[in-house]
């Protein structure tokens, strides 16, 4: 095994630059989906009370448990919101593609080690350029995958919390209650992850 020998020029090539740009966008997917925090607020009216109630949902997006909540009580219009959720749960889709970002991170930082610290090594094997290749394709194939299911998922959370959510909430359809759609937190960030990662 040769010794470490720090060589930049494989930055220089698509080699080694790709790589880096997978690394910078890897970075982007993690950070821009798993440290999102939003909340969509709904104002509940009935001849006695007018109040805003809030959801408050994050990352990794289980929507099916998370309730709403006045500020000062559960109880709006005789109704107990803390049992009222809002609908699905996109855990798997927003994990999964999380922790393969995760990995598609610290496998760019290895395969850059290898370029920078042993050129030599890598260059004289046959081995570590095809084992490089093969792994390379396996995970720009599920890269792509990761990316769409989660992009389909942003599409459901989007529907989910925004102005249809008054539809969907049982006790917005009795008699003398009125619910109105105020706002949703912008999901702009969670769009950069979608967009980003696609044209990275």
């Known amino acids: 095994m040769s010794s470490f020998q720090l060589n930049l020029n494989p930055l220089k090539e698509p080699l080694g630059f790709i790589k880096v740009l997978e690394w910078i966008a890897s970075i982007f997917a993690f950070a821009t989906c ?3 925090k939003g909340k969509t607020d709904i104002s509940v009216s009935c001849p006695q009370e007018n109040k805003t109630i809030t959801a408050t949902f994050a990352y990794p997006f289980r929507l099916n448990e998370v309730s709403f909540q006045a500020v000062s009580q559960s109880n709006v219009c005789n109704t107990d919101w803390s049992s ?3 609908v699905g749960d996109y855990s798997s889709s927003a994990q999964f593609y999380v922790t ?3 990995f598609v991170f610290l496998y760019c930082m290895a395969a850059l080690l290898l370029y920078v610290g042993y050129t030599n090594l890598y260059r004289d ?3 570590f350029p095809m084992i ?3 792994v390379t394709l396996v995970v720009t194939f599920l890269w792509l995958v ?3 299911a989660w992009a389909k998922a942003l599409t459901d959370i989007k529907i989910a919390t ?4 008054v539809q969907e909430l049982q006790p917005c359809h009795n008699t003398g209650v009125m619910c109105h759609f105020i706002s ?7 769009n950069v992850s979608v967009v980003c990662i696609q044209y990275c």
């Open 184 to 190: 949703v937190t912008s999901m702009g960030s969670l």
């Open 125 to 127: 094997s046959r081995k």
């Open 34 to 36: 798993g440290g999102f």
């Open 162 to 165: 925004g102005h249809n959510i």
């Open 132 to 134: 490089d290749f093969v």
């Open 100 to 102: 393969f970002a995760v």
């Open 146 to 148: 990761s990316t769409s």
């Open 84 to 86: 009222q959720v809002l």
